[in-house]
């Protein structure tokens, strides 16, 4: 079972976990400087990252989620404001990539999309990355590539949406 948990410091704490356990710090938060790996830096900077992102009042631009499968945090799910549209993002830990999890969690991200009232959901991934590049034209979204980046939106219907159009 796929759920999303709102990030609080303990569901923080769970993701970072995951992450260290799953992905590369280059693949789920910004560069920082040393040496690679997730060194005693670079996992304060994560955490500092998602607190000054999602949990601290004065600096929050999205709402996070961990992303749960069958009770066991596997990566993080958002939606960030624009305008009339939400931006999603997800990453998944390597174990939990090519199982559908991320099928279901765009899904009820959508969910939360139409449930704000944007009118437009959109995402990026990389020209490189076919698996997100399918996901989201399975959605319905329009693709656009320029280079190696490619940008994805979805109108959203309903009642909300159609309003701010």
Same mark, same amino acid.
């Not at 990252?49 to 709402?63: K, M």
């Not at 961990?66 to 993080?76: E, P």
């Not at 009820?108 to 999309?113: H, P, Q, S, T, V």
């Given at each position: 079972? &796929?759920?999303?948990?709102? +990030?609080?410091? /303990? *569901?923080?704490?769970?993701?970072?976990?995951?992450?260290? /356990?799953? /992905?590369?710090? +280059? $693949?789920?938060?910004?560069?920082?400087?040393?040496?690679?790996?997730?060194t005693p830096t670079r996992r304060e900077a994560f955490l500092a990252? %998602?607190?000054?992102?999602?949990?601290?009042?004065?600096?929050?631009?999205?709402?996070t989620w961990? &992303?749960?499968?069958?009770?066991?945090?596997?990566?993080?799910a958002r939606l960030e404001p624009h305008g009339d *549209?939400? $931006?999603?993002g997800i990453w998944l830990s390597r174990d939990a990539r090519g199982r559908?999890?991320?099928k279901q969690v765009t899904a +009820?991200?959508?969910? $939360?999309?139409?449930?704000?009232?944007? /009118?437009?959901? &959109?995402?990026?991934?990389? *020209?490189?990355? %076919?698996?997100a590049r399918a996901l989201l034209s399975g959605t319905g979204a329009a693709l656009t590539a320029e280079g190696d980046e490619v940008a994805a939106e979805l109108r959203l219907g309903g009642a909300a949406a159609a309003g701010r159009e």
């Open positions: 079972m &796929i759920t999303l948990t709102p +990030l609080d410091e /303990a *569901a923080l704490a769970r993701l970072l976990e995951a992450a260290v /356990a799953g /992905a590369d710090p +280059l $693949e789920v938060m910004p560069p920082v400087d040393g040496p690679p790996g997730w990252f %998602h607190r000054a992102r999602s949990l601290n009042p004065a600096t929050a631009v999205e709402r961990v &992303i749960d499968a069958d009770g066991t945090a596997v990566g993080a *549209a939400v $931006e999603a559908g999890i991320g +009820l991200l959508l969910a $939360e999309a139409r449930k704000s009232g944007a /009118a437009r959901f &959109i995402a990026s991934t990389t *020209a490189g990355n %076919h698996g």
